[in-house]
């Protein structure tokens, strides 16, 4: 198990230092200048200034390994477009917005994804069964941004019952947390439905019953149990699916959370941000991967053995 | 020894009935005959079928048949409803939505394709190679992948439409770079359990070089969890193109991408919300279609994902 994790580890390790190198070397590919905004004219001087302010006079090769040293210490330096301001901080101050709500989105996957997926594994009824099929596939073909607007017209144009703007109090939790969660909610009740499916047919189902085990034991303890691990192993994918999925519903709902940065970062084209809201995507969503790969293998130990 | 006796009941004529038992009353079908069969009885994937002829065809002749171009403003009849004259309405500038639609439709439809097709080469070379090599330059190249993978596929597109700008080549481009993956990965896992059939030996043993096995005997083979893969690769081109231009930092603003066509009713929410149909339905519908063609294809192949 150790050696399992260590390995995993390394190879995660490996991930972010290759994409910390794309990065760095993508982003010096970029045409245009970082300092060249609003066409002012720059005297030599001050532009000079500025490259030695960034590190940007010295040769590519020292400005990689000075800023992977930095990276290493958590220091992106300081952000372009916002004088003054260092791209930690801004992680710092703007992560915590996107996490309660890539929270509540993850929670609300898992629920009622699980919900409609044990409803419609054991429901013998085919209009159950069609109807949790169908919304599972409107949930995946359905992008997210789209969904968002929809609800985004009925619930708070016409009906006015939701705000849209900001993320101050619960009700505003709700339309942005639901487009959030839609593929992934649609993608955890095709997984739990099938492998519910599959797990109830075994003999060991028929065992539980036979010894008397009450109904509803049976589905929890021995079904549910079992079937879970697609689930688990699909928390590491969905984490990757929130955070690029942050990025267009806080743009759309205003909120000031780190996907907004990223895309408003992309819009200035805010080097030094673009590569530090990168890095930290990159690296929340293999330490994610990395999470669920781990407790997918406590769960389940054939799985190290497999691999 | 007991003899059989025989008696003359047991030499009785066939009836009619009997002799046509062994009759064969259908023509013989080929594989695809039967695929097409089935596909057909699937309605789902029938409608995605004739949806998406109906947008292709909308796509080549709306733009070219239409008294109005995608981009001709029209001051004097703006924002009008759906009428006669515009079947989808106008909007803010008075362009003629429909012919915005259809032209989104090429743009968005073009990526999708063209990057399945990319995928599908780049894919079969890869995933190829791998799966019929194996050993050490199997475990190398899947790693690559393992590497590539473990990011966010979006942060390496944006990368990319950042370097070589926002033209439509580069969107594709930047679509390709990441999603070969998934039919590398499909490739493989056929190409690897088919090598060990026997048709792959008889091949072998005849003395066919290896791209002729791989090309031949076994890509054919793999031919339909292929299709399938390509087919749900053109939803998900879509999506990316279409969430990237929704947010802005897609396609250049100036092309009228379905991302784009929808970013621009955003501001519309409040005041005019019939126009945001159009982009909606167009994006939702193709995807759905896709994924419905998707499945269909996957069931009348008869192939478990």
């Known amino acids: 198990m150790l050696k399992y994790i260590v390995k995993r580890l390394l190879i995660g390790m490996l991930t972010l230092f290759i994409l910390a190198t794309i990065t760095f070397f993508g982003v010096r590919a970029m045409p245009g200048e970082p300092f060249t905004q609003d066409n002012k004219v720059m005297s030599a001087e001050t532009y000079a200034a500025l490259e030695k302010k960034y590190g940007l006079d ?185 955070i690029t999925g942050s990025m267009v519903i806080e743009t759309l709902f205003t909120i000031p959370g780190i996907g907004k940065e990223f895309t408003n970062s992309i819009t200035n084209r805010d080097y030094t941000l673009v590569m530090g809201l990168t890095l930290f995507f990159g690296a929340i969503v293999i330490v994610m991967n990395l999470i669920s790969d781990i407790v997918a293998a406590l769960v389940d130990p054939r799985i190290k053995i497999g691999k | 020894m007991s003899q059989i006796q025989l008696n003359d009941e ?11 038992s062994e009759f064969i009353a259908v023509e013989s079908k080929t594989f695809f005959k039967d695929a097409w069969g089935r596909f057909k009885k699937n309605k789902l994937a029938l409608f995605g079928l004739i949806f998406l002829a109906i947008m292709v065809l909308g796509a080549i002749f709306v733009p070219m048949l239409s008294p109005y171009t995608y981009e001709g403003q029209d001051l004097a009849s703006k924002n009008l409803l759906p009428c006669l004259a515009h079947p989808f309405g106008t909007d803010k500038l008075g362009r003629d939505i429909m012919v915005r639609v259809m032209y989104g439709a090429r743009i968005s439809l073009s990526i999708g394709f063209s990057t399945a097709v990319i995928n599908l080469f780049i894919g079969i070379v890869y995933g190829g190679i791998s799966g019929y090599l194996g050993g050490k330059v199997d475990m190398i190249m899947m790693r690559i992948i393992d590497v590539i993978y473990a990011v966010p596929s979006l942060l390496y597109t944006v990368l990319i439409l950042m370097i070589f700008g926002d033209s439509i080549t580069s969107m594709m481009l930047a679509i390709c770079l990441t999603s070969w993956i998934q039919m590398a990965r499909q490739v493989r896992t056929q190409v690897m359990s088919l090598k060990e059939m026997e048709f792959a030996l008889a091949a072998k043993v005849l003395g066919a070089s290896d791209m002729r096995i791989l090309m031949k005997h076994l890509i054919v083979n793999a031919l339909g969890p292929i299709v399938v893969c390509l087919t749900m690769m053109v939803p998900s081109a879509i999506f990316t193109e279409s969430f990237l231009s929704f947010v802005g930092i897609g396609l250049n603003p100036s092309i009228p991408s379905w991302g784009k066509l929808a970013n621009d009713c955003r501001a519309l929410i409040f005041v005019n919300q019939i126009q945001i149909i159009w982009p909606v339905a167009a994006i939702c519908l193709t995807i759905l279609s896709l994924n419905f063609i998707g499945d269909g294809i996957g069931e009348a192949l008869e192939i478990k994902r």
């Open chain 1, 58 to 242: 010295k040769p590519v090769g020292e400005q990689y390994v000075i800023y992977l040293k930095n990276a290493l210490h958590g220091d992106f330096g300081e952000s372009i477009s916002k004088k003054g301001q260092q791209v930690s901080d801004i992680i710092i101050q703007r992560a915590p917005v996107t996490a309660k709500l890539g929270v509540v989105a993850f929670f609300i996957a898992i629920f009622v994804g699980l919900a409609l997926g044990i409803v419609s594994a054991l429901s013998k009824s085919r209009f159950v069964n069609g109807l949790i099929t169908t919304l599972a596939t409107l949930g995946v073909s359905i992008p997210g941004f789209l969904f968002a607007m929809i609800t985004m017209i009925f619930f708070a144009v016409k009906l006015g019952w939701l705000p849209i703007v900001g993320l101050d109090s619960w009700k505003h939790y709700i339309l942005p947390s639901i487009a959030m969660a839609l593929s992934s909610i649609s993608m955890i009740t095709r997984l739990s439905r099938s492998s519910l499916k599959d797990v109830m047919d075994k003999d060991y189902i028929t065992l539980a019953r036979s010894k008397g085990t009450k109904e509803i034991w049976v589905i929890i303890k021995h079904g549910l149990k079992n079937a879970l691990l697609p689930v688990i192993t699909y928390c590491g994918p969905m984490f990757a699916g929130l």
């Open chain 2, 10 to 20: 047991m030499f009785d004529k066939l009836d009619d009935s009997e002799k046509n």
